[in-house]
């Protein structure tokens, strides 16, 4: 099956839902933005250090697989020249929302994260990348094709699920509560769950998802010419069972030099 299409009709129904990375910010952030204020997030709860963001004035910012009307709008206001990519349509529109409210300046663009070739080599200075790499099987290329489209000097900030989320049975997860070790890593929907749970979760317009070991995200930045220069762990918000036990969120900063 078409996993990217799936995904961009499940996120659209995300927006349905209201899903809390399809909520746009308000005109108070916006205006408190202008003033120097912010708060941005990688992922579900800890804020992105102040120091990994810096002076964003005149710089060109691809928020990659961000929509949503959250980040983007953030940086439009910020002062940056801000493009926000995603699978998404409905997720765009809310990013095309906050711009029309608050009379920002955003380009919005629709397409696949692993490809970025409509944008030319050193294209910008700055990639605010959330959560979402879990919802494509092969996340190697975005990391190469953001290191491409990376100014020399340029900055990755990026947001993953630690994969140990992924060796647990998701249905003994949801339906009854428990943690049943029953995965490997990687770990793909469409490859490792039943096939009674797949097709329910197709006919609910559910996500599917993809689990990627460490080495793909952390070891992936650095084999495509990154530097690691920042790195922090984070719950998921909502006192899922593993976050007693670990933090199952990633975010790293990674540096083109």
């Known amino acids: 099956m078409d996993i990217l299409k799936h995904n961009s009709k499940a996120w659209d129904n995300e927006v349905k839902l209201e899903n809390k990375w399809t909520v746009p910010v308000s005109k108070e952030e916006i205006e408190d933005a202008r003033k120097g204020k912010y708060k941005l997030l990688l ?3 800890k804020l992105v250090p102040k120091e990994w963001i810096s ?3 005149g710089k060109n910012v691809l928020c990659l697989a961000s929509g949503g009307g959250q ?5 439009s206001a910020l002062g940056a020249n801000v493009t926000v990519f995603d699978n998404s349509k409905e997720q765009l529109k809310k990013d095309e929302f906050v711009s029309e409210r608050d009379n920002l300046s955003i380009k919005l663009e629709q397409g696949d994260m692993r490809d970025l070739s409509r944008f030319e080599d050193e294209s910008f ?6 959560v979402s790499n879990c919802f494509i099987s092969d996340i190697e290329l975005v990391w190469k094709e953001s290191y491409r489209v990376l100014k020399k000097g340029g900055v990755l900030v990026s947001g993953f699920v ?3 989320t992924f060796i647990f049975d998701l249905y003994e997860w949801e339906k009854n509560n428990e943690l049943i070790v029953s995965n490997s ?3 793909s929907d469409i490859d490792d769950m039943p096939k009674e749970q797949l097709e329910e979760r197709i006919r609910n317009n559910d996500t599917l998802d993809f689990g990627h070991s460490l080495q793909s995200q952390i070891g992936g930045q650095i084999d495509s010419g990154f530097v690691i220069g920042g790195f922090y762990e984070d719950n998921s918000g909502h006192e899922d069972l593993l976050d007693k036990y670990i933090d199952t969120f990633i975010a790293t900063k990674a540096l083109k030099l």
């Open 162 to 164: 630690n994969p140990l």
């Open 185 to 187: 890593i990687p770990y």
């Open 55 to 57: 002076n964003m004035k």
């Open 43 to 45: 992922t579900p709860t």
């Open 125 to 130: 200075d700055f990639i605010f990348h959330p």
């Open 71 to 75: 980040q983007g709008p953030i940086f």
